[in-house]
């Protein structure tokens, strides 16, 4: 059974940085794609941005783009990622997800969630 731990969430200030952190049990996460959503209080959840396996095709929300950046440690089976320039509206619960396909941009491709980590940006 596949787990995901996520970790690196907290309090920032805007303009800070922050990285996450996704280590995966049970399944080597090196071959599905691995994304990184978040739910702000009152909100959908949103796709934020995902890597294939091979890490070549990576995405990105329109409003992360420039900001964020994914990346995976193969070795590790961990994915990662560097959020900068962090703002107030970056505030949700951010969940790792691995998707069985190279589309993952909707909770509807998602096969396996994290628990989530809050983050909180003030202003």
């Known amino acids: 059974q596949v787990q995901l731990v996520e970790s690196g969430g907290g309090l920032v200030q805007a303009g800070g940085s922050m990285r996450l952190s996704c280590a995966e049990s049970?399944?080597?996460?090196?071959?599905?794609?691995g994304g990184w959503f978040r739910q702000a209080p009152g909100k959908e959840r949103e796709f934020v941005a995902a890597?294939?396996?091979?890490?070549?095709?990576?995405e990105y929300a329109d409003s992360v783009k420039g900001r964020f950046t994914i990346s995976r440690d193969i070795a590790k089976n961990t994915l990662y990622l560097q959020m900068n320039s962090l703002k107030p509206e970056d505030t949700a619960v951010y969940y790792c997800?691995?998707?069985?396909?190279?589309?993952?941009?909707?909770?509807?491709?998602?096969?396996?969630w994290g628990q989530g980590t809050q983050v909180t940006v003030s202003s």
């Open positions: 890597i294939s396996w091979i890490g070549v095709n990576i």
């Open positions: 049970g399944r080597t996460f090196s071959r599905f794609t």
């Open positions: 997800a691995q998707c069985p396909s190279i589309i993952c941009r909707s909770s509807s491709h998602v096969g396996s």
